[in-house]
Antibody, heavy 117, light 110 residues
Framework: QVQLQESGPGLVKPSETLSLTCTVSGGSISSYYWSWIRQPPGKGLEWIGYIYYSGITNYNPSLKSRVTISLDTSKNQFSLKLSSVTAADTAVYYC???????????WGQGTLVTVSS | QSALTQPASVSGSPGQSITISCTGTSTDIGGYDYVSWYQQHPGKAPKVMIYDVSNRPSGVSNRFSGSKFANTASLTISGLQAEDEADYYCSSYTSSSLYVFGTGTKVTVL
């Protein structure tokens, strides 16, 4: 059974960079797509982007200029960096596995990141 | 890219059937059979209920079914139960290898 766990700071200051890591267990990261999704408090899901095990990335056009997703196969981890954050970036951030038919079949538990000074 | 459009809320009595729509365009729902549906209870991560338009993952009740016509996908819950009360989201693959979620629907069991 594949399991994912997000880790990183729960509080980030405005204009700084949000950094999160997702550790994958129960399966290798060297296949499938690996995705980041966020959900502002009381709002809907927003896809941030994904990385293929080969390193190919695709990002939500609305966030593309600020997002970087990377992969560390030696640690079975992938990471998210979101630069120049504002209060609008406050959300629960989920890491997830995206299957070959673009179904998000495994999700982390989510981690709340608050942007505030 | 714009979010797929879902009704904000749908309600039904126990035992009834309800249907949630998810409307997109020819560049997402209408162009690919990569539509999924997710159930999210408060404070929990979403759970996939339907993938590839109409397929159910192992362990998901057969009371959940999915379909698609043109640019609109639908999720039907039959024999509505109290435990079905949750938020539901659709998603689709889009052109340019992107991905998009729906706006979300709150299901209330009366």
């Amino acid at each position: 059974q594949v399991q994912l766990q997000e880790s990183g700071p729960g509080l980030v200051k405005p204009s700084e960079t949000l950094s999160l890591t997702c550790t994958v267990s129960g399966g290798s990261i060297s296949s499938y797509y690996w995705s980041w999704i966020r959900q502002p408090p009381g709002k809907g899901l927003e896809w941030i982007g994904y990385i293929y095990y080969s390193g190919i990335t695709n990002y939500n056009p609305s966030l593309k200029s600020r997002v970087t997703i990377s992969l560390d196969t030696s640690k079975n981890q992938f990471s998210l960096k979101l630069s120049s954050v504002t209060a609008a970036d406050t959300a629960v951030y989920y890491c997830a596995r995206l299957g070959y038919t673009y179904v998000t079949d495994y999700w982390g538990q989510g981690t709340l990141v608050t942007v505030s000074s | 890219q714009s979010a797929l459009t879902q009704p904000a809320s749908v309600s039904g009595s126990p035992g009834q059937s309800i249907t949630i729509s998810c409307t997109g365009t020819s560049t997402d729902i209408g162009g690919y059979d990569y539509v999924s549906w997710y159930q999210q209870h408060p404070g929990k991560a979403p759970k996939v209920m339907i993938y590839d338009v109409s397929n159910r993952p192992s362990g998901v009740s057969n009371r959940f079914s999915g379909s698609k016509f043109a640019n609109t996908a639908s999720l039907t819950i039959s024999g509505l139960q109290a435990e079905d009360e949750a938020d539901y989201y659709c998603s689709s693959y889009t052109s340019s290898s992107l991905y998009v979620f729906g706006t979300g629907t709150k299901v209330t069991v009366l």
